[in-house]
């Protein structure tokens, strides 16, 4: 079975700080990974995802992740945060296959402040 | 990215009655649809995962009966809550996969339910 892991449940900075939203997760066979963010009363929007090739992958908003799969890790990154980036962040994974559900970790909260 | 609507944003019932909640993938043709419950600064629960023109697949501790979903057609899915009670009260998000998308899921925006 598939688990994911965010380490963080709520990361304050301030505006233009950089950030790192940190994900863990656990498999025994090859997953994809997503990174998700909500703002309040809505649903999920796709960040940006991982299925294969480079392990840099770039997402919208200035948002970028890693896959490191010797640490089994899928860290999210923004050198210079906006306040309109305040939301919950949501990393999951799901397994290389189609029509497979996704795991979602507890979700890290990003508050920016001026 | 693929558009995913749902139908109502946001609804109010009384104890006891049904609610049936739509899910529509605008354009792309959504094979699969999941339905997923997420209670307030919590993560998503997923309920049930469906594929069109076939039963849905329930995840455990979701009742079936309660929660009856259909996905009749590439492009719609519904999940009726049946004798709501104020404990089924929640956000519901729906997403959806298929074609080119079928590794990747989109989400609606979401059905806040309160059952009063």
């Known amino acids: 079975a598939q688990s994911v892991t965010q380490l963080d449940s709520q990361v304050p900075v301030f505006e233009e700080a950089p950030v790192e939203l940190r994900c863990n997760y656990s498999?025994?066979?090859?997953?994809?990974l997503f990174w998700y963010v909500q703002y309040p009363n809505q649903g999920l929007q796709l960040l940006l995802k991982?299925?294969?090739?480079?392990?840099l992958v770039k997402g919208i908003n200035g948002f970028e992740a890693e896959f490191n799969k010797s640490q089994t890790s899928f860290h999210l990154r923004k050198p210079s945060v906006h306040i309109s980036d305040t939301a919950e962040y949501f990393c999951?994974?799901?397994?290389?296959?189609?029509?497979?559900?996704?795991?979602f970790g507890k979700g890290t909260t990003l508050s920016v402040s001026s | 990215g693929a558009v995913v609507s749902q139908h109502p944003s946001r609804v109010i019932c009384k104890s006891g009655t049904s609610v049936k909640i739509e899910c529509r993938s605008l354009?792309?043709?959504?094979?699969?649809m999941f339905w997923y419950r997420q209670f307030p600064k919590q993560s998503l629960m997923l309920m049930a995962t469906?594929?069109?023109?076939?039963?849905?697949?329930?995840e455990q501790g979701v009742e079936k009966d309660k929660f009856l979903i259909n996905h009749a057609s590439l492009t719609l899915s519904t999940l009726t809550v049946t004798s709501a009670h104020p404990e089924d009260s929640s956000f519901y998000i729906c997403?959806?996969?298929?074609?080119?998308?079928?590794?990747?899921?989109?989400f609606g925006p979401g059905t806040r339910l309160t059952v009063t």
């Open positions: 997403s959806a996969s298929g074609g080119t998308r079928r590794y990747e899921q989109y």
């Open positions: 498999s025994s066979v090859s997953v994809y």
């Open positions: 991982y299925l294969s090739g480079s392990t």
């Open positions: 999951a994974v799901t397994l290389n296959q189609a029509g497979t559900a996704l795991i």
């Open positions: 354009d792309f043709q959504a094979t699969t």
């Open positions: 469906s594929n069109e023109g076939s039963k849905a697949t329930y």
